[in-house]
């Protein structure tokens, strides 16, 4: 049986994964990558990328392969008989953002990885780990028929929403806390190369009731444009929907204002998991990231910029840190905390019938509240920011925690 020997193990290829692969080895480490699929790989996404992604991007080195992306200024939020310009906002971050498909993204955050010289095992799934206490000291994987070991003083967690590992190590993810359900397709569009994303927030279920999620319309400047459908749920609100026909109306909703031709291509659904509701997210020599640490904007779904950043905080953790037991946890509630915590009790409160309803119209019709909507649901505050906005959502962050019965992380 083939056995492997590295620094670090990191599990998971996606964004969260090559992110923490490129930044442990550009410190110096050995780091092996393993990922259960074959690159180039697709997932179920928006492809949107927010500033806040594109900035993490920067500093992986993709600067040159943005370039040839198409760049987009802001938001279109349409809904209740308006539709509001929002541009970017938020001091400390790029001005633009941009859509890739994930199938590319994720294959060139990927190539940064193996140019930082990490080792990447693709087609290899992780199935188990052996433990000592809480050490990993073995993860066993699997190739085809064949079996793998790969043992590492330190292993990082990336395996997304599902997170098997998650499985054998006792991590929880809480659904009494909101998640997402989302689906996306893509689809010819005349209006490919338009300069902003659009998202509908008036999203109509069967009965005509409106939805406590919303529409997008990512333009990808390849002759095709995302589009997809996503709602909140928790526990107590299941949200009882065939995403995929809702999907199949919104888009033919949206035809002829898209220029919209031919039939949806790769429909694809999956859940989130959202604002760090998930516990047990680190061991002596582990940490999850990304999706498996519940590391999804609780307003939006947005991801990839967490997994990026996520993935790069715990490469820094290697250096400074020896358990990482609290450490990791306590490192992510210092970032994402106060953050989480109001967005996902927001969140929360948007699952209850008839909230949408009465408020959509109010919000819709003041621009500057729907700008600071997008700068707060676009995760646009970063801890640098001093303007009012960001201590006001702070502030609003720190009380929520203070009510939270179970913090982000926990
Ligand atoms: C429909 C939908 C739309 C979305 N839209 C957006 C959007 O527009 N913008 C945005 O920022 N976010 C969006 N998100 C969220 C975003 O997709 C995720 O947050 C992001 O992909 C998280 O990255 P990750 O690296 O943690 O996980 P993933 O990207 O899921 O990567 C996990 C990797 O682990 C691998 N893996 C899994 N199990 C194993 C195993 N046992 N062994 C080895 N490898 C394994 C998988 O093959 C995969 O490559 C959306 C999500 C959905 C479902």
Known sequence: MPEFNSDVLVVGGGPAGSSAATWAARSGLSV?????????????????????????????????????????????????GQELLLPWDGPSLPRYGSAAPRIELDNRILQVARDAGVTVHDGVAATDVSLDGDVITAVHAQREDESITYRSKHVIIADGVRSQLGRKLKREWHRDTAYGVAARAYITSERSD????????????????????????????????????????????????????????????????????GDL????????????????????????????????NPLNGEGIDYGLETGRLAAQMLASETDFTH?????????????????????????????????????????????????????LVTEEDKDLVARVWRGAGKVSTAFDQRKPFS
């Open 194 to 261: 338009d300069e902003w994303i659009s998202s509908h927030l008036e999203l109509r279920g069967s009965q005509n009731e409106v939805l406590s999620g919303y529409g997008w319309i990512f333009p990808l400047g390849n002759g095709e444009v995302n589009i997809g459908v996503g709602t909140l749920a928790t526990q107590k609100r299941p949200a009882d929907l065939n995403l995929r026909a809702l999907m199949s109306q919104y888009t033919e909703i949206r035809r002829e204002e898209w220029k919209l031709s």
């Open 327 to 379: 450490a990791w946890p306590a490192e992510l509630q210092a970032h994402y905390g106060y953050a989480f915590s109001i967005a996902r009790r927001l969140a929360g409160y948007l699952t209850v019938p008839r909230l949408l309803p009465t408020l959509g119209p109010i919000g819709m019709r003041s621009r500057s509240l729907m700008k600071v909507a997008l700068r707060v649901m676009g995760n």
């Open 32 to 80: 092996i990558l393993i990922d259960k699929e074959v690159f180039p790989r697709d997932k179920p996404c928006g492809d949107g990328l927010t500033p806040r992604a594109i900035h993490e991007l920067l500093a992986l080195g993709l600067g040159e392969w943005l370039e040839t992306r198409p760049k987009n200024l802001g938001l279109r939020a349409a809904g209740f």
């Open 265 to 296: 291509r790769l429909p694809w659904s999956a859940m989130l998991p959202m604002g760090g509701a998930v516990s047990g997210i680190a061991g002596s020599n582990f940490m999850f990231i990304g999706d498996a640490a519940g590391c999804v």
